[in-house]
């Protein structure tokens, strides 16, 4: 069965600090992983794409790493911001299109 | 504003009742993707479009939920007969396939409250 799981659950960091988050996936023939920020009662907003051929993506503040043969990805947010507090998902693509959403992560940046 | 955009954003309804809502996808793009998502957990995937073809429905999907797509532009979906559990955020995402790669964009959703 194909699973992503997104640890820790919630997390909460000064301001500041760099942040980490972990997603990991059962089965390493994926076509793309993509993370996504959700505010509360809110949408997803696309943070970073990564194909299944790359190995990471940048984006301002943003890194996402892709390691397919341990089946992990990593988000680093640098030097957090209270306004980067929100829900971060990460959702692998293992069937043309069909997104597997992990539970998410939860983050609080205090000022 | 050229995201993509959900009718209603909020619905409150009687079990027994039928609801219908809308996705505009964002223009030129040729899928479309309903997920369901419940509280503190990720969107689940429930159906998808290329163009106005339903190419495949999750088995989450019960016979109470029917969604369309005519002539490959806006798509709804309905419930008919709603039930408590069916109480969830209705997600529509819409992306361009192009050469075997797509980026999937998001609408604000639908927060649909059954009582």
């Known amino acids: 069965k194909q699973e992503v799981t997104q640890i820790p659950a919630a997390l909460s960091v000064p301001e500041g600090e760099n942040l980490v988050l972990n997603c990991s996936f059962t089965?390493?023939?994926?076509?793309?992983l993509q993370w996504f920020r959700q505010d509360p009662g809110k949408g997803l907003t696309s943070l970073l794409l990564?194909?299944?051929?790359?190995r990471e993506q940048t984006s301002g503040r943003l890194n996402a790493s892709l390691d397919k043969s341990s089946g992990r990805s990593t988000l680093y947010i640098a030097a957090s911001q209270p306004g980067d507090s929100a829900t971060y998902l990460c959702a692998v693509d293992f069937s043309w299109g069909k997104l597997q959403f992990g539970a998410g992560t939860q983050v609080v940046v205090t000022p | 504003d050229t995201g993509v955009s959900q009718n209603p954003r909020h619905k409150i309804t009687k079990r027994g009742q039928n609801v219908t809502f809308r996705c505009d996808p964002i223009?030129?793009?040729?899928?479309l993707y309903w997920y369901r998502q419940t509280l503190g957990q990720g969107p689940e995937f429930l159906t998808y479009f290329q163009n106005e073809a339903q190419l495949e429905k999750s088995r989450l999907l019960s016979d109470r939920f029917s969604a369309e797509r005519p002539k490959g532009s806006f798509s709804t979906l309905e419930i008919q007969r709603t039930e408590q559990g069916d109480s969830a955020m209705y997600l529509c995402?819409?992306?361009?396939?192009?050469?075997?790669?797509?980026?999937?964009?998001f609408g604000p959703g639908t927060r649909l409250l059954v009582l």
């Open positions: 089965d390493s023939a994926i076509y793309n």
């Open positions: 995402a819409s992306s361009l396939l192009l050469a075997g790669e797509e980026t999937q964009y």
């Open positions: 990564i194909q299944s051929s790359q």
């Open positions: 223009s030129e793009h040729n899928r």
